[in-house]
């Protein structure tokens, strides 16, 4: 039996790591469950980008839903994702609010000089920590907000019309029934 251990120990092994391979195959590593969704949105109160002494605070966005579209101007993928903030989020109909994350107010602007500004307003979250908060991982990320200001869906990775269609778009509805 002695002689039997290190085999079983070497097939559990190879066990575990082809449950792995298989699980990383079978999920997509971009669905990081979020514990904030149904939750209430964390606390925030930041500067407005480009005006700095003006902040925008969580209360003041309460009343009606919201997107919370995390980007930068460093982000390649915010580049990809841009087109489809421009359009087809726009046409969804709720405000987009931008969550200008660890950037340079300067860069983000000329970045919002040179693809488009789809932002009804930006906050600046130059340290990171409003972010660490929502449990921002990188950018784009992309949040719905109720009214109430509870997180309803998170997006990690950049919006695209499949995106839309098989997930924005039944958030959407979902929130629609909840609504009195």
């Given at each position: 039996?002695?002689?039997l251990?290190?085999l079983?120990?070497?097939?559990?092994?190879?066990?575990?790591f082809?449950?792995?391979?298989?699980?990383n195959?079978?999920?997509?590593q971009?669905?990081i469950?979020s514990?904030?969704?149904?939750?209430?949105?964390?606390?925030f109160a930041?500067?407005?980008?480009?005006?700095?002494?003006?902040t925008?605070?969580?209360a003041?966005l309460l009343?009606?839903?919201?997107?919370?579209?995390?980007?930068?101007?460093?982000?390649?993928?915010?580049v990809?994702?841009?087109p489809?903030?421009?359009?087809?989020m726009?046409?969804?109909?709720?405000p987009?609010?931008?969550?200008?994350?660890?950037d340079?107010?300067?860069a983000?602007?000329?970045w919002l000089?040179?693809h488009?500004d789809?932002?009804?307003v930006?906050?600046?979250d130059?340290?990171?920590?409003?972010?660490i908060?929502?449990?921002?991982y990188a950018?784009?990320?992309t949040f719905?907000?109720?009214?109430?200001?509870?997180?309803?869906?998170?997006r990690?990775?950049?919006?695209?019309p499949?995106?839309?269609?098989?997930?924005?778009?039944?958030?959407?509805?979902a929130l629609?029934?909840e609504?009195?």
């Open positions: 039996m002695s002689r251990l290190p079983i120990g070497f097939l559990l092994l190879v066990g575990l082809g449950f792995g391979i298989w699980w195959t079978q999920h997509d971009r669905e469950a514990p904030l969704i149904d939750k209430p949105a964390p606390a930041l500067p407005v980008l480009g005006e700095p002494s003006r925008v605070d969580k003041s009343g009606k839903p919201y997107f919370l579209n995390v980007f930068a101007s460093w982000c390649i993928e915010c990809h994702e841009h489809m903030l421009m359009t087809d726009k046409r969804l109909g709720l987009i609010v931008g969550f200008n994350y660890k340079e107010p300067e983000a602007m000329a000089s040179e488009g789809p932002f009804d930006i906050v600046a130059r340290d990171g920590r409003a972010g908060d929502f449990g921002v950018a784009p990320e719905l907000i109720d009214a109430k200001g509870v997180i309803r869906y998170k990690i990775g950049p919006i695209t499949e995106v839309i269609e098989k997930e924005i778009r039944p958030a959407l509805a629609a029934k609504a009195p």
